[in-house]
């Protein structure tokens, strides 16, 4: 491992960044399945207040200071817009026209632009071994692409571009928050900096829902609540306090790669959850992407 990190603190990065990988993963089923019984914004709501409380509640029996100290507003707003804004505004749009399979998939092209920006701002000059991964990792996810958007056919892939466009402004606007947070670190203890960045990021969320969606509880199902709580407390909560903890141990440019199992977790879990159709790609693309994380990881 290149770097200043000592080896266990790079090995304890590994293991948040891994929960953070499955919990993300699992997140795009989860998604999909929220649609069928939520307002897709509004539920963002429920799923905000609930993480907020919850990380607050940690803050407090921590005896963390829960105010930022000055000057770090401006951070906490950019971040929370970034890091979190992008999954909770743009994301839900990319699922009106792609499978939650398509959309996780698109999503992580997010270590190239997070490699690509990790150079100019962060000084991380990419050794070979890491580029090698992220080669394979890529090899991996465009794989699975290819092989999602050949079975959809030429018009339904130009009917699929608005989700495209989407989720890709996604993946630009986390790649961002990721080497900015690294960057320009928020001197704060990462419990109440993840709960801030949460009520800054799904401001525009309470617009939207008020503005243009009705809520009816009575459709809501056992599977959307429970949806629900995944969304709140484990793909907001544990998943978020997870990767800020991973970006502290280990270089943003390998911690972004590390994120290319996601896709691939995402993708195996909405065939087994949703019935999304899996295959032979889906297989060589998980070996691809793990070994890139692999290698990566040695250099």
């Keep these: 491992m290149s770097g200043t990190a000592t080896q266990p603190v790079a090995l304890r990065g ?22 069928a019984d939520w307002p897709p914004y509004t539920v963002r709501i429920f799923a905000a207040l609930a993480a907020v409380a919850m990380l ?16 770090q507003w401006g951070r906490l707003f950019l971040f929370g817009t970034l890091n979190i804004g992008a999954w909770s505004v743009v994301a839900p749009l990319s699922l009106f026209w792609l499978d ?19 150079w100019p701002v962060l000084g991380e000059r990419p050794t070979l071994a890491r580029v090698g991964g ?31 466009a989407a989720i890709l402004g996604t993946a630009l606007m986390f790649a ?5 947070t690294k960057r320009f670190p928020v001197q704060m ?10 009520v800054f990021g799904t401001l525009p969320v309470w617009v939207i829902a008020f503005s243009f969606e009705t ?11 429970f949806c629900l709580f995944y969304l709140g407390l484990i793909a907001q909560c544990v998943a978020y306090l997870a990767w800020f903890r991973a970006l502290r141990a280990l270089p943003a440019g390998l911690a972004a790669i590390g994120n290319l199992m996601v896709p691939v977790i995402g993708v195996l879990s ?20 793990l070994g890139g994380v692999l290698l990566a990881a040695r250099g």
């Design 270 to 289: 909405s065939g087994l959850l949703l019935g999304e159709p899996l295959g032979w790609r889906h297989a060589v693309a998980l070996v691809l992407t």
């Design 56 to 71: 607050l509640l940690i803050a407090t029996i921590q005896r963390d200071r829960l105010m930022p100290r000055r000057g």
């Design 176 to 180: 961002t928050g990721a080497v900015l």
């Design 189 to 198: 203890p990462p419990v109440p900096m993840v709960a801030w960045q949460i």
């Design 14 to 35: 590994f293991g948040w960044l891994g929960i953070t990988a499955f919990a993300w993963g699992l997140n795009w089923p989860v998604m999909k399945a929220l649609m």
């Design 100 to 118: 939650a399979a398509e959309a996780a998939i698109i999503a992580y092209t997010m270590p190239v632009w997070a490699t690509v920006l990790a």
């Design 134 to 164: 992220l080669v394979l990792g890529l090899s991996g996810v465009t794989l699975l692409m290819a092989g999602t958007l050949a079975d959809s056919g030429l018009a339904a892939l130009w009917a699929k571009l608005p989700g495209v």
């Design 215 to 225: 809520l009816d509880l009575a459709r809501v199902t056992p599977t959307g609540w």
